[in-house]
């Protein structure tokens, strides 16, 4: 069948059809096409002036250190205004670009210099000039005071073993990973409705008031309060500092601009700058304004995993948008023009991995800057209203893959919006994403949410939720590699990739086991040790980051923090709820693995583990007819008990070892099947695993089935991921869901409401997350024939969407070998 015949998503058809493009306006055209494929660029200007301030604050106490540095960069970091903007505010230099934290992991600085203009997953340029800046003041600065070196000293040397090459520790093992050295905190959310109320003034006057009602006597308040709050003014001043330069910068280009129109637009920027985010907004365009400059500052503050998220959009910034629509001061459509131009300023900002680890999790400069839509009130009430529609028909009719949107679904949820959320999936670039509210807000309660709290929660990150002013964990956590301890449990605690090392336990020769009790006992084993060093790493990071880290801005927008006098990074936030995870990498892997040994090995006898293990050492070679066999057992994601039960005890084991051991951390450490694009590299270390799947590539991703594994339909898919979870426990996170449909399946007026009904059924099934892709594979196979003709294919990966050109072969590939179904 030629492409042409194919029935093809908008976004198909925009690609193939130039003509055919989405509606928005001239400017926001004219701001994209100037950056939309460019490569991004490093920025040290952040880096220098925070490595010169810390430079200079050597003995003083973290947070005032962090302060000062903030005001330093907020003084002298170059400030820009794009051609055409509306809106502004920028952490680094016009077009795409990325900025160094080289408190976080600089010791990778001086090997990623030479190896991010020609690495494979999402390169970077580097100039000659800034090459100079990092070698002479950066790197040489922070070289032995890192988080990762302090980090890589304090494992013990056994965690250390499967945590990093013990000669090397810049190279990841990719079996029980750390993930805290590229990041400073996981996905965050910000209460931005408190800058939007009270500006920046409003919060320094809060913290000065608290300041002057320390007792003086109190040997807490004065060691640790009143240097928190000294730190909560002087960033308070430092994001005033920052907006009035851009104030400063509008007034002398409108001074010289020669378009009394675009001049007007200047001024207009100028006096925008000078009060917010200094005051209270006043109007859609002052919330609009001030939310951004609270995000980019975020970003120069501090690294956070994931991106800091923009929480409820729909919510906190209605009562303005409303107040101008009534009030004639604003049209839907000069809103659509001011997020769009909000969207292209989030889309130059690239969030910049150093570290080979961080740069593969990370493929197709991932980013998660999630805005929130739909879900319900903190009165429980069904929250939707004009603004949630507004946000999908803008992600409709503007093709970028900024922002990430996530629409909240409840038992509740308004058909219309329903029905408007699978319309914007039916274009195809993978917007929204859901998360499920029926799964997620008794979670958030048994953990001890308020119900108000509960249901106010916001997206963030790839498929995570966060509580404005409840939540308080931040500690990155561990991703765990299940298939390699299947590995170590064929071979007796060793992997093919890394020779005859013992890295694990040694439970024997599966060869001697009796039955298959005998060999789920050993792999339980291999789990459980991977376990107990995910949760020693957990221990360490937790220690150690508090002493490395401080986040003052953050901590002002946390009331929390504000009460305690603590910044929000330190342990132990008076009535915070610390929800942390620890990932369960290439689950449907080890499913099907497991699945295919009973069957075959032990229940029907078909193949003895000699034969098994013959074939697996050969990656199959010479061994056709056993791979058949193994990939024609039961597989995950097909509603087949056989497969999913196994799946539900390798589920009960991690839920039961952090029920009873996540006391010992202090935090809900939760289980979650999340992977990024992790799966990839994930793979790269496991050899041929008995699924059938050949040595070193993709593990399955998240909850997912393996690829290609679900052929009995999508309802089957939801079906095995509901009979593999135990409900009974608390200690569940997210589950990220990705399910692929061709657009045949989806076409027209019926296709729209078997998705809407599909939709329900996730619903109803409590399960947490799901995204979609609806795109033809032939498209994807054109897409990395000739890569240039579909420079703007937008795709679903991770919890993010990306341009598929963007990504390595390796993810194309898993992302054309996944099942896209083409019937319900």
Not at 207 to 225: H, I
Not at 521 to 528: E, G, I, S, T, W
Request: proline share 5%; with cysteine.
């Amino acid at each position: 069948m030629t492409q042409e015949a194919l029935v093809l998503s908008p976004q198909e058809a925009r690609l193939l059809h130039p003509d055919s493009k989405p509606v928005a306006t001239d400017r926001t055209h004219r701001l994209l096409a100037r950056i939309q494929h460019a490569k991004p660029a490093i920025d040290v200007e952040r880096a220098r002036y925070f490595t010169e301030s810390m430079a200079q604050t050597e003995g003083e106490l973290l947070i005032l250190r962090w302060a000062k540095a903030m005001y330093h960069i907020a003084g002298h970091i170059q400030v820009y205004i794009d051609e055409d903007q509306l809106i502004v505010g920028r952490a680094g230099k016009p077009g795409r670009y990325g900025i160094l934290y080289p408190e976080l992991d600089g010791d990778f600085l001086e090997r990623a210099l030479e190896q991010l203009p020609r690495r494979v997953e999402s390169p970077f340029t580097v100039e000659p000039a800034e090459v100079d800046i990092i070698k002479r003041v950066v790197s040489r600065y922070w070289q032995g005071k890192t988080y990762h070196e302090d980090l890589a000293r304090a494992l013990p040397e056994e965690t250390l073993r499967l945590t990093y090459d013990p000669a090397d520790a810049l190279t990841s093992r990719f079996i029980v990973n750390e993930t805290s050295s590229f990041r400073s905190s996981i996905q965050w959310v910000h209460d931005y409705d408190k800058v939007l109320r009270l500006g920046f003034k409003g919060i320094k006057e809060d913290a000065q008031r608290r300041l002057a009602a320390l007792d003086p006597f109190d040997p807490s308040d004065n060691v640790e309060k009143a240097p928190f709050l000294q730190a909560i003014i002087l960033s308070a001043e430092a994001v005033i500092l920052w907006a009035g330069r851009h104030a400063a910068l509008a007034r002398d280009l409108a001074a010289r601009e020669p378009d009394p129109v675009r001049r007007q637009e200047l001024e207009a920027i100028a006096e925008r700058c000078a009060w917010v985010p200094e005051h209270p907004a006043r109007d859609f365009r002052d919330a609009l304004q001030a939310q951004w400059f609270t995000q980019m500052f975020s970003r120069l503050e501090q690294k956070t995993g994931t991106i800091i998220s923009n929480g409820r959009m729909d919510q906190y910034l209605y009562p303005y948008y409303r107040r101008d629509l009534e009030r004639g001061l604003l049209t839907e459509e000069q809103a659509l023009e001011w997020l769009a131009c909000m969207w292209v300023a989030m889309a130059q900002f690239v969030d910049l991995y150093i570290s080979p680890t961080g740069g593969a999790f990370n493929e197709g400069y991932a980013h998660w800057e999630a805005v929130t839509i739909g879900g319900q009130t903190p009165e429980g009430l069904d929250a939707v209203n004009a603004l949630s529609y507004l946000f999908l028909r803008s992600k409709r009719e503007f093709p970028l893959h900024y922002p990430d949107l996530a629409a909240r679904i409840h038992s509740r949820t308004p058909p219309r919006f329903l029905y408007e959320v699978a319309q914007t999936i039916k274009d195809g670039a993978g917007f929204p994403k859901l998360i499920n509210d029926e799964e997620v807000v008794p979670l958030l309660l048994a953990k001890g949410a308020a119900f108000s709290e509960a249901y106010d929660f916001a997206v963030s990150g790839c498929a995570e939720c966060r509580m404005p002013n409840r939540d308080t964990y931040t500690s990155p956590c561990a991703y765990i590699n299940f298939p390699a301890a299947l590995e170590m449990t064929l071979y007796n605690g060793r992997m093919k990739r890394y020779g005859g090392e013992l890295l694990g336990i040694e439970t024997g020769d599966p060869g001697e086991f009796a039955d298959w009790e005998a060999f789920w006992q050993a792999y339980v084993k291999q789990h459980l040790n991977f376990l107990r060093h995910a949760f020693i790493q957990q221990k360490i990071i937790i220690d150690l980051r508090a002493r490395h880290f401080a986040w003052p801005l953050g901590s002002a927008l946390h009331d929390l923090a504000m009460d305690a006098g603590k910044d929000i990074h330190q342990p132990d936030i008076d009535g915070g709820i610390d929800l942390g995870y620890f990932e369960f990498m290439g689950y449907g892997t080890v499913i099907d693995s497991l699945a295919a040994i009973k069957k075959w090995v032990y229940d029907e006898k078909r193949l003895s583990m000699g034969q098994l293990l013959a074939a697996l050492a050969d990656d199959f070679n010479g061994h056709p007819a056993v791979r058949a066999l193994l990939r024609d057992a039961p597989k995950y994601g097909n509603n087949d008990p056989y497969a999913d039960d196994i799946g539900k005890a390798l589920d009960k084991i991690c839920l039961e070892y952090t029920q009873r051991y996540s006391r010992s951390l202090g935090v809900h450490m939760d289980l979650r099947l999340v992977p990024f694009t992790s799966h990839v590299p994930f793979g790269k270390v496991v050899h041929a695993t008995p699924n059938g799947r050949r040595a070193y590539s993709p593990l399955s991703d998240g909850s997912s089935a393996s690829q290609g594994c679900d052929s009995q339909g999508p309802t089957a898919v939801l079906l095995s991921n509901y009979h593999t979870k135990n409900y009974r426990f608390r200690e569940r996170a997210a589950r990220l869901l990705n399910v692929k449909f061709t657009p045949s399946v989806l076409a027209g007026e019926a296709g729209t409401r078997k998705l809407c009904d599909f939709i329900k059924v996730w619903c109803d099934l409590k399960l947490w997350h799901i995204q979609f892709n609806v795109i033809n594979r032939e498209t994807l196979l054109a897409a990395k024939a000739d890569p240039e003709r579909f420079r703007g294919l937008i795709v679903r990966i991770a919890g993010y969407s990306a341009y598929f050109t963007d990504l390595s072969p390796d993810l194309q590939d898993d992302l054309i070998a996944r099942t896209g179904h083409e019937i319900f």
